[in-house]
């Protein structure tokens, strides 16, 4: 692909379309209905009007939204046929609900602001945004249709790829935290010239930072999704679709795998490992070069340990008092 100038001009962004009941049925690969009404939004059901669409996750939720001048409703199966022809069921209401935003998402228009700096020798793909302030370095490389919000720095470290989310104030590819201690006591800084690699529909919360690795590369894999204030050590290795809450702290070389959790402020010392789909609770801490094991299994406290074994301990402690 041919690099191009940071202040390119984007094709004009299709006019906005409705969306239709037939394209959410098409979304969700489900039977054509052959319903053709469209729809303009989506609201909160307090908001409703009659070309919106809301959703529904429960009995009180579904009977305020047939209260409502909603066009369409969404809910889920288990609530049973409704007479309202306004009532789509579905599996997950929600899910589609946010299938259809990611729809209207696609009508917007595309820009790099005027005040961004963007290196002529950085890679930048058609379709990606680029915000006010957002500082991307020689070397960088952003993919297609990404959104990069405002304030943002992407060192030359980094490999960013296709429909990633950036918010303000983030930092891909800054030096990780490296240093060795000679024996006069003083700390010199390990070398830190690897890379930052970002795969496909990753998104990062508000001033998160990740490192670059040290003489490898750091990694966080597809569908990853980072809350704010989130800082990822070098050499770490995250694995595909990891959820990770604000105030996260991992630490260097640390590898989770695929589907894990974290809930906020969740802490792991270096060389940690988390295995496939272990959810850590708020506060959980993994003391250095310990392993995590257990797909769907809730760890909490510090050190983590099962959720039961921890209410356990909490029990014991408080009848000391």
């Known amino acids: 692909m041919k690099k191009k ?12 379309q409705p969306i239709t009941v037939g394209i959410i049925e098409e979304l969700m690969k489900m039977p054509s209905s052959g319903d053709a009404r469209a729809f303009t939004r989506l609201s909160s059901i307090e908001e409703a009007g009659r070309d919106s669409i809301v959703f529904a996750q429960d009995r009180k939720a579904l009977d305020a939204a047939l209260a409502s001048d909603a066009g369409l409703i969404l809910a889920p199966y288990e609530l049973g046929a409704q007479e309202d022809s306004r009532v789509l069921t579905l599996k997950n209401p929600k899910y589609v609900f946010a299938q259809c935003a990611k729809y209207f998402e696609g009508f917007e228009k595309t820009f790099v602001h005027p005040a961004a700096i963007i290196d002529p020798a950085a890679h930048i793909g058609h379709g990606t945004s680029v915000g006010a302030g957002s500082v991307i370095e020689a070397g960088a490389h952003v993919g297609e249709y990404c959104k990069i919000g405002n304030n943002v720095t992407i060192h030359g470290s980094a490999v960013v790829g296709d429909y990633v989310l950036v918010q303000s104030g983030a930092v891909l590819g800054s030096l990780g935290f490296g240093y060795v201690r ?68 991992i630490s260097g070389s640390c590898t989770i795998e695929d589907g894990a959790i974290f809930a906020g402020q969740v802490g792991l010392g270096d060389r940690v490992h988390i295995g496939p789909g272990v959810v850590l609770g708020g506060q959980g801490g993994v003391f250095p070069g310990k392993e995590v094991n257990g797909p769907g299994q809730v760890f909490a406290g510090t050190p983590a340990e099962p959720l039961a074994n921890y209410l356990k301990t909490l029990a014991r402690i408080r009848r000391l008092k």
């Not at 070398?191 to 508000?206: K, N, S």
């Not at 930072?209 to 980072?226: F, P, Q, V």
Request: hydrophobic share 30%.
């Open 5 to 16: 100038s940071p202040n390119r001009l984007e094709p004009a962004a299709p006019e906005r």
């Open 182 to 249: 000679g024996e006069n006591g003083k700390y010199l800084r390990f070398p830190q010239q690897g890379t930052l690699v970002i795969e496909d529909e990753v998104e990062i919360g508000a001033n998160t930072t990740i490192d670059r690795g040290a003489l490898g590369e750091t990694r966080i894999g597809s569908g990853t999704k980072i809350d704010n204030m989130v800082h990822i050590g070098h050499n770490c290795r995250i694995g595909k679709n990891v959820i990770m809450a604000a105030q996260v702290g």
